[in-house]
């Protein structure tokens, strides 16, 4: 249900163009979308009414059937103002329906993700400890012998595998730490798609292992920005750890939360390796 500021009465209109001046106005000038990254237009954007936070219409639409909280402060909203014209000025008030049963919801990473099912995971070392002297390397980590098992089971042992790297907090050790990140730097829009088909399966996999939500397009786009607009970050592998500013992940941090600093290091040993993801996932090693 909507409700208009234009039918205000001529006695309030002076109350509107302070809110609009004080409110609407500076969430909105010179701002992007803390979803999509774009540079928000007043007439494209919603303004959330608890808390005065904005984002482009059609994402926080988008966002609104997933969680009913705001992406930044975590404030639950049932209302926004759009339609907004900084000049005039004048703006609609929407009131959101009640979410629909079965939408489903984003969850905050939690430790019991793992207790779905029993979580298949299997070390470098506890295989090794019984054949190691006649194992050849690369050892391959096994998510079930091909053509005895389904599709779907191999793919929930891994997603499975991936919340367990997660919760027990492992960090990858990056396979070819020699590899400059230039060699993710796309020359041209072709270059960029074809990283972006590569990394983005993956990547759609970890967001779900991490919150448990089967379609995280939204994140999704945010991630692949940040990817790209981060091709000069560099890799310090005398220390294993990646050169991240934390400003730089602050787009993602309302989403990922204490998981966004182990996400983006997954994320560039995965990108900076040769390997197609099914090659990855049987040799990637992990440590403490």
């Known amino acids: 249900m909507d409700s208009t500021s234009s039918s205000a009465k001529p006695s309030d209109k002076s109350k509107i163009e302070k809110f609009m001046r004080r409110v609407i106005s500076p969430a909105i000038v010179g701002k992007t979308c803390p979803i999509c990254l774009r540079n928000l237009v007043a007439r494209r954007t919603a303004v959330l009414t608890v808390c005065s936070h904005a984002y482009c219409l059609e994402c926080i639409c988008k966002w609104s059937d997933l969680k009913r909280k705001c992406p930044l402060c975590n404030s639950t909203f049932d209302s926004w103002f759009y339609k907004i014209d900084l000049s005039s000025p004048k703006f609609l008030k ?19 993700v793992t207790n779905r099912r029993r979580v298949i995971e299997r070390t470098r070392e506890e295989l090794n400890s019984v054949n190691w002297r006649t194992r050849q390397l690369p050892w391959r980590r096994s998510f079930g012998r091909r053509g005895t098992v389904a599709p779907h089971v191999v793919a929930e042992r891994k997603l499975q595998w991936r919340a367990s790297v997660y919760n027990r907090r492992l960090q990858a050790v990056p396979i070819s730490p020699r590899i400059s990140s230039q060699q993710n730097i796309p020359r041209n829009d072709f270059e960029k798609e074809k990283i972006l088909q590569r990394i983005e399966p993956w990547i759609r996999r970890e967001l779900e292992a991490i919150l448990g939500d089967p379609d995280p397009s939204i994140i999704l786009h945010v991630v692949s920005s940040l990817f790209f607009s981060r091709h000069q970050g560099k890799y310090d592998s005398s220390s ?3 050169g991240i500013e934390h400003d730089f992940l602050a787009p993602l ?8 600093n182990m996400f983006w290091h997954e994320l560039r040993c995965f990108a900076e390796s040769s390997f197609t993801i099914e090659t990855y996932d049987a040799v990637v090693e992990y440590r403490q």
Request: no cysteine.
């Open 253 to 260: 941090k309302p989403f990922l939360h204490d998981r966004t």
């Open 94 to 112: 929407q009131q959101l329906p009640a979410p629909r049963e079965g939408k489903p919801v984003i969850p905050l990473p939690r430790s019991t």
């Open 240 to 242: 294993g750890q990646l």
